[in-house]
């Protein structure tokens, strides 16, 4: 069973991130304060759990969440900042975006930029651990998938639809048969024979996350 705070004396926001290892399209994050009676007994890391199963969850979550909020940073500032800003900045916008001004910030992961002098504590596989983060996890999932279907529709021979951005065969395949399109991270040097660099890049930008305070 996932706990449902970290601490109970401050109003606590979960944070997470969706789509920071994908060859295109934004990285999106959710921030979500719940209510102390929250429960649903499939809330999960949004990894484990089904496509089906995790929108009937972002439903839950939007019904009975006290607040939330999604936000996301496209490729070309990714490109411009780089990933691990761009997912920082993303939490941040989604926090800002929230009705509740939480006064403690649950991370998941082990690195994160402190967001105007509000105490945060980073949680490595903090969506398998605490409620808000997982369900911050769904929402930012969800709304990311959902975004990248649409954008499949521009450029359908990616099949994004499926993927959703991620470094398929089928996406590679893709790649090396169109090149790139704008929506592409081009700073993650993923064009025809660079494949393999960029396996060994995104390894390396996904290392890093040790707590920043």
Not at 57 to 74: G, H
Not at 162 to 190: M, P, V, W
Request: net charge negative; proline share 4%; charged share 20%.
């Amino acid at each position: 069973m996932l706990k449902a705070f970290h601490q109970d004396v401050l109003i606590e926001a979960g944070c997470d991130e969706a789509g920071r290892g994908c060859y295109a399209g934004p990285v999106f994050a959710a921030a979500v304060v719940l209510p102390k009676d929250f429960y649903h007994p499939a809330l999960n890391d949004s990894k484990q759990v089904n496509p089906a199963l995790r929108e009937e969850l972002r439903l839950f979550i939007e019904q009975n969440a006290i607040s939330y909020a999604v936000a996301m940073v496209d490729n070309d500032e990714i490109d411009c900042i780089n990933i691990l800003k761009a997912s920082f900045k993303a939490m941040h916008l989604a926090i800002s975006r929230l009705m509740v001004q939480p006064e403690y910030l649950l991370i998941d992961g082990n690195r994160f930029t402190r967001y105007t002098g509000i105490p945060h504590q980073c949680v490595i596989k903090g969506d398998g651990i605490y409620a808000s983060i997982a369900a911050a996890s769904i929402l930012a999932k969800t709304g990311r998938d959902a975004y990248m279907s649409q954008l499949h529709h521009e450029f359908p021979h990616y099949n994004w639809q499926r993927n959703k951005g991620y470094g398929t065969e089928e996406h590679r395949k893709a790649i090396e048969q169109h090149g790139l399109c704008k929506y592409h991270r081009r700073s993650f040097d993923i064009a025809g024979g660079q494949m393999e660099l960029f396996e060994t890049n995104i390894t390396i930008a996904q290392e890093p996350r040790q707590s920043l305070q």
